[in-house]
């Protein structure tokens, strides 16, 4: 007999929650069958079996916080699950209480359904939503619940139970406390013919209280610069297609990067973290990069960016990219970030102000690249020229950071790309 334990799922992670067991007592596992999703702060994350076996008891019920090295279940290894009575040669069932007392024999237990055929983001996706997958008919081949046979059933259950949960929900905010001590508060609302109910993720819910905190917490100032990327940009061209054939996309954003981490060496204080009556420089550059994915945003980080070339950088983010899409994060790769850079990415707009993303003081948010007419000298003369320009915005905690080594940080960020200063 063995235990399967909490693991140590990142080096800041010391609990998590019990999202969903993949299996019951008494059911049969392979080596390395996900058996249970635990819930963080930073991802989710399945839990695989060891060993072949069978699964005698589950410890931990759903829901329940559990921290790292508690018990999740216990297995018996090498057995083999017993259909008749759902349990293992191990783990034999317990005589009913009431057989005793009966004339009539005891019935067998009856064995739990086996989920339906889904992958790791599809089943996330229904805890989320709080769909029963075993409710959904599975559209994909052999059965198989995709994404778009929970969405369906969560725009269906939302539909038929609108009213309620609107109404519910109304009178909720309307008792929600101000957070403000003034009079102000909003208007009740009222569902109306066409509004529709989109419940909040566990991801975004996330999200919004990071947001409220960072910005409760933290005096956010904002400093903008204006970029003419013209070297960078005939920098980036000159080498695209060599890197393309090597698997590597070299965006814009590689060589914000570079000059961002550059920066952070140079400019102490906005690579810093505030503590209680203190701060501390932290050592370490470690660039967090915000991706947008179908779950909402993730800032997955790039460690020891400092260390990196252009073209180190542009593979590092590929990967945690594709990584991050694909719901394949751990929480290592969301953690330990020292300074975070957002970009809008195709759709952008001029530029926009970055909420700081706690525990950093600064974030960095570039604008669209968009060709403007520039003033350039040549051989002594002023002279119109059509180049690619860019705006940066700065956002920054004024507890740690004064304008000064903010603004002086966001001109060295743009003097770099201006003069497309970088070894790729």
Request: overall charge neutral.
């Amino acid at each position: 007999m063995s235990t399967i334990r909490m693991p140590q799922l990142g080096e800041s992670v010391v609990e998590g929650t019990i999202g969903k067991w993949l299996v019951h007592e008494g059911q049969q596992v392979q080596k390395d069958q996900p058996v249970v999703e635990i819930l963080t702060d930073k991802a989710d994350s399945e839990i695989n079996s060891p060993e072949a076996g069978v699964i005698t008891k589950i410890v931990a019920a759903e829901g329940v916080v559990v921290s790292v090295g508690a018990a999740l279940c216990e297995l018996e290894a090498g057995a083999a699950a017993q259909v008749g009575n759902g349990g293992s040669a191990a783990a034999k069932p317990s005589a009913p209480k009431a057989a005793a007392a009966s004339s009539e024999p005891a019935k067998p237990a009856q064995v739990v359904s086996e989920p339906p055929r889904s992958s790791p983001a599809v089943r996330k996706l229904a805890r989320e939503q709080e769909i029963d997958l075993t409710a959904v008919p599975g559209s994909g081949d052999g059965g198989r619940v995709t994404k778009d046979d929970v969405l369906r059933a969560a725009n269906s259950k939302a539909a038929t139970v609108v009213s309620e949960p609107v109404a519910k929900a109304a009178a909720r905010a309307a008792e929600t406390p101000s957070i403000s001590s003034g009079a102000f508060k909003p208007p009740p609302y009222i569902a109306k013919p066409g509004d529709e109910l989109v419940p909040m993720s566990r991801r975004r819910r996330i999200i919004a209280d990071h947001m409220v905190y960072s910005k409760l917490t933290s005096p956010h100032v904002v400093t903008v610069a204006e970029c003419d990327v013209h070297n960078t940009e005939q920098l980036r061209k000159a080498h695209k297609d060599e890197l393309k054939r090597e698997g590597i996309n070299l965006t814009f954003l590689a060589f914000v990067a570079a000059a961002t981490a550059r920066a952070l060496r140079e400019n102490r204080s906005m690579n810093a973290r505030m503590l209680e009556d203190a701060y501390v420089l932290l050592g370490e550059i470690n660039l967090g990069v915000a991706v947008d994915t179908p779950d909402g945003l993730l800032v997955p980080v790039i460690r020891h960016a400092a260390d990196l070339s252009v073209r180190g950088l542009a593979r590092a983010i590929d990967e945690i990219a594709l990584k991050a899409r694909d719901g394949k994060l751990t929480p290592d790769d969301l953690a330990g970030k020292t300074f975070t850079i957002s970009n809008p990415g195709k759709k952008g707009n001029l530029f926009g102000a970055a909420i700081i993303s706690q525990p950093n003081v600064g974030i960095l948010r570039t604008g669209e690249i968009k060709k403007r007419v520039v003033v350039v000298e040549h051989e002594g003369e002023d002279l119109m020229a059509i180049h690619p320009v860019m705006h940066m915005a700065l956002s920054y905690d004024h507890r740690i950071v004064d304008g000064v080594a903010a603004n002086s940080f966001l001109y060295r960020i743009r003097e770099l790309i201006e003069a497309g200063d970088f070894s790729v």
